[in-house]
């Protein structure tokens, strides 16, 4: 019978007690801190770019790991979010606020209302029926986004200039930029491994495996979940907000059901339910992109067929296979 | 606004709405009994548009096009089955959504590879293109109205077939309960197929319905996926009864609303904001309907597992 | 007079045409072990779905220490001490046994909206859960992934995540189920503890065991309770005998 997490996947465990489990998340941080460094001998400008925007994929990713990963929640719709984000900055921009924290600010209370309110009517559901309200609203929001005729609608909207922080033009440096997505995806990484590890995640991830049993104990599964989608509707916001100040651009493209199906697609491919995996995907992911484009513009040709083969044959992923439990 | 115009609006609307059913029926079916989530349904309706406009310049007669797309969208609904969904109906849903995402990357691709990203148009057979006057002084396309009795004809064709016919308990048998149907003795595979067959070949038959009235392009799909889905999660999933319900609701409010929403609105506001906002509005009525729907019955008006 | 712990209304339940509870009556004394038992298809589990709040009666009325929990769903019954175990083994397969028994243990522990910290490493409630797994002869099994166990492990294990929501009165589904006999005894004589501790409602086939456990029995068939009383005289009832028990019971 099918379920809507395939549970056969690796066992879901405490949280990592013994190094080796460290071995793997520890090496993908040191490896994109170094980055910038190594970069000097290359193109730099455009390695740095494209690092950045993977950091960013997998900001977005990680967050969507958290509710599919540990709470079987397949939100088709998390895209959503990431427009959010990237709309908050480029329209408080158009208008002259050009001060990160309150770009950041109205981002993470969009996001907080759009995730409480749509949640809520989402979790009302479950199963299919879940997948697709979720899809569904991530389309509403993608509509929205279309109309805004003021802020570019279709064609999308420039940045006059990067979020200034504390006054500063310091974004406008790609190689402080770097860092701070750097920085703000160790922080979302760190925060979501404790999340996992908490009470709270317990009885999320309880709730994943057997959500009558949980409601037998006395716990309300809806409250629980509800939560977890508004956490991670909100760090996929930030995502989208450093989005927006790396390309410089937002458009309603950034939000459409496709990049959500993709999101799920970086998760699948670097292991669901590992959190650092979703980093993985997404560089793999993006790398992939990047090469296959270079040979053809029909790279999608190539892209969908690899998709298809990842989920009938490689279940745990990239992370899977370099031997990383979740 | 003359009531002439809203009775086009809503002659629109109706039509919409049996192309969603068309497209949504065998959605819900292949929900409902093989519980199997296929995003790729949306190409099955892009592919039969396409198919229509080759055979169609082919052929240069739209009723000969149609005769060999139909077949030909069958055939290549069948294949797909063949090599990718029947190794999906045993896993997860989560599996199945990604593999389908896959193909609908794949086959988006593959249309603008063969017959590049500009859209295709297909010329309305002559002998159904023109107008006839509905109301005093107000045209409505011939066309519009073939595809409305078609899909009446259709509608009525599927709800006789599921209803009256062994096939068709059989069909509402397994959307209810697909092991125990199975653990009484159908061949169940077979039963799979079929259904998978007549949901692709409606989705395709609706796909090359309309090609002469929207732009046949890469992509055409996907829109209508989506509010196909948002129709049988309304309706119910497994239910034909309730894709016909939901897709003809869905028709008219998407088509009313965004007709009606600025003149509304005009009312309470002035007429330049009323224009945006309603603007803005009109393609959000719908997901808010489903939202509503949802909220008071979480498994559609009328879900055929309890 | 105090209030029984457990009181049923006429309690209906019907699927269409189907009726699985017939106009059910039922009250279940302070420390009473009450047994129900009944031919397959007479609607126990489905009673037991209906009072422990994951099914909803048609008509009728649940009271459970004087207040009225028709309407709760089941994690407020729960809450309240109205604890069940399942007829088909309904743990957490890929959490320890240890962890399936905390999380319960965790549930009664203040709040669960807490992000930080590491929870499998609570002390307090480690020392509970482990506490519980012993009585259930658990404890050299606490770590191993509960969907590793075997069939009559996990059914302790149930009994034990149940005991572990501190319950006021234990709704225990078939807690035989597919044990072997040295098991079904382990069971048999914790459940003989228990008995002394709170009230339990028991469904079982194992017709040993409910003579030897029951305080009362009470019969159901086709939804309905055709009898109801100490085991013995449900033992002798011609109408039991012809409908269940059959002419050789001992």
């Known amino acids: 019978m099918n379920q809507s997490i395939d549970l056969d996947a690796p066992a879901l465990a405490a949280p990592a007690r013994r190094s080796r489990a460290f071995a793997l998340p520890l090496i993908v941080f040191a490896l994109f801190a170094l980055l910038p460094l190594a970069a000097v001998l290359g193109p730099q400008s455009f390695i740095l770019a494209l690092v950045t925007r993977i950091m960013i994929l997998a900001l977005a990713a990680m967050s969507l790991d958290l509710l599919i990963g540990y709470g079987a929640m397949i939100s088709f719709g998390h895209a959503a979010f990431v427009g959010i984000g990237a709309y908050s900055v480029a329209i408080l921009s158009s208008h002259g606020i050009n001060d990160g924290f309150v770009q950041l600010g109205t981002a993470l209370l969009v996001s907080f209302v759009f995730a409480l309110v749509t949640g809520a009517i989402s979790l009302r559901t479950k199963g299919v029926y879940f997948i697709m309200i979720t899809l569904a609203f991530g389309q509403m929001l993608f509509f929205l986004a279309t109309s805004l005729a003021a802020y570019g609608g279709d064609d999308g909207l420039s940045l006059s200039s990067r979020s200034l922080l504390f006054g500063s033009k310091i974004l406008k440096n790609d190689t402080v930029l770097y860092y701070v997505c750097f920085g703000l995806l160790l922080g979302a990484y760190l925060l979501l491994r404790s999340v996992v590890a908490s009470r709270f995640g317990r009885v999320l991830r309880g709730i994943r495996e057997n959500p009558v049993r949980m409601e037998a104990i006395g716990f309300a599964p809806y409250r629980y979940q509800l939560t977890a989608y508004v956490i991670a509707g909100m760090i996929a916001a930030v995502s989208g907000c450093l989005l927006a100040n790396q390309a410089e651009f937002v458009s309603p493209a950034y939000a459409t059901w496709q990049r959500s199906g993709d999101l799920i697609f970086v998760i699948v491919l670097g292991g669901i339910g590992s959190l650092h995996g979703a980093i993985i995907g997404a560089a793999v992911f993006s790398l992939l992109a990047e090469l296959l484009s270079h040979y053809t513009e029909h790279w999608a040709l190539i892209f969908g067929p690899i998709l298809i083969l990842v989920v009938l044959f490689a279940r745990g992923g990239i992370g899977g296979l370099l031997g990383s439990k979740p | 606004m003359t009531l002439t115009l809203a009775f086009v609006q809503i002659l629109n609307g109706l039509q919409f709405g049996l192309i969603l059913f068309l497209i949504a029926a065998g959605l819900t079916l292949v929900f409902g009994v093989m519980d199997f989530i296929n995003l790729a349904h949306g190409v099955q309706y892009m592919v039969g548009a396409y198919l229509v406009a080759a055979f169609t310049a082919m052929t240069g007669s739209f009723v000969a096009g149609l005769a060999l797309a139909l077949p030909t969208a069958l055939i290549f609904g069948l294949l797909l089955e063949l090599l990718i969904f029947r190794h999906l109906y045993d896993r997860s849903h989560l599996d199945q959504v990604l593999a389908t995402f896959g193909v609908i990357i794949f086959l988006n691709q593959a249309v603008k590879f063969i017959w590049g990203a500009a859209p295709l148009s297909v010329p309305i057979p002559d002998a159904l293109s023109g107008a006839v006057e509905i109301a005093d002084g107000m045209l409505y396309p011939v066309y519009r109205l073939v595809i409305i009795a078609v899909g009446l004809a259709v509608g009525l064709a599927l709800y006789l077939i599921v209803n009256k016919t062994k096939l068709g308990m059989l069909v509402r048998a397994g959307a209810s309960n697909a092991a125990m149907v199975s653990a009484l003795g159908v061949n169940i595979r077979f039963l799979f197929t079929i259904v998978f067959g007549v949901g692709a070949m409606l989705a395709g038959f609706a796909g090359a319905m309309v090609a002469p009235i929207l732009s046949v392009e890469p992509g055409m799909g996907d829109n209508v996926l989506i509010l196909a889905f948002v129709v049988i999660v309304i309706g119910g999933i497994g239910s034909i009864r309730g894709a016909f319900i939901a897709a003809l609701l869905i028709g008219l409010v998407d088509t009313l609303g965004r007709f009606m929403a600025p003149t509304l609105l005009k009312m309470l506001l002035d007429p330049a904001a009323a224009s945006q906002i309603g603007r803005a509005i009109a393609p959000m009525l719908i997901y808010i309907l489903m939202a509503a729907v949802l909220f008071f019955r979480p498994s559609g008006l009328f879900p055929s597992k309890s | ?250």
């Open chain 3, 1 to 250: 007079m105090s209030v029984a712990p457990l009181q049923l209304k006429n309690l209906c339940k019907s699927y269409g045409a189907l009726r699985v509870t017939d106009d059910v009556s039922l009250e279940i004394a302070a420390g009473e072990l009450h047994a129900i038992i009944g031919p397959n298809g007479a609607g126990k589990t489905t009673l037991i779905h209906q009072i422990s709040g994951l099914a909803a009666p048609n008509s009728g009325s649940i009271i459970f220490h004087g207040e009225d929990v028709t309407r709760l769903p089941m994690n407020a019954r729960a809450r309240l001490g109205l604890v069940r175990s399942f007829q088909i083994t309904s743990i957490l397969p890929r959490f320890s046994a240890l962890e399936n028994v905390a999380l319960a243990v965790q549930a009664q522990h203040g709040s669960s909206f807490s992000f930080f910290g590491n929870a499998a490493a609570e002390a307090d409630l480690n020392d509970i859960a482990m506490g519980l797994l012993q009585r259930f002869g658990l404890g050299t099994r606490a770590l191993v992934p509960a969907g590793q166990m075997s069939h009559g492990e996990k059914r302790q294990l149930e009994i034990a995540i149940a005991l572990a929501a501190k319950p006021k009165l234990l709704l225990l589904d078939e807690p035989l189920a597919g044990t072997s006999h040295d098991e079904s005894q382990r069971l048999i004589n914790t459940l003989q503890e228990l008995r002394r501790e709170l009230p339990i409602v028991l469904i079982e086939h194992d017709m040993d065991a409910v003579f030897a456990l029951a305080d009362r029995v009470s019969v159901l068939v086709y939804g309905r309770i055709i009898a109801s009383g100490p085991p013995q005289s449900v033992r002798d009832n011609p109408e039991v005998r012809a409908a269940y028990l059959g002419d050789e019971v001992v």
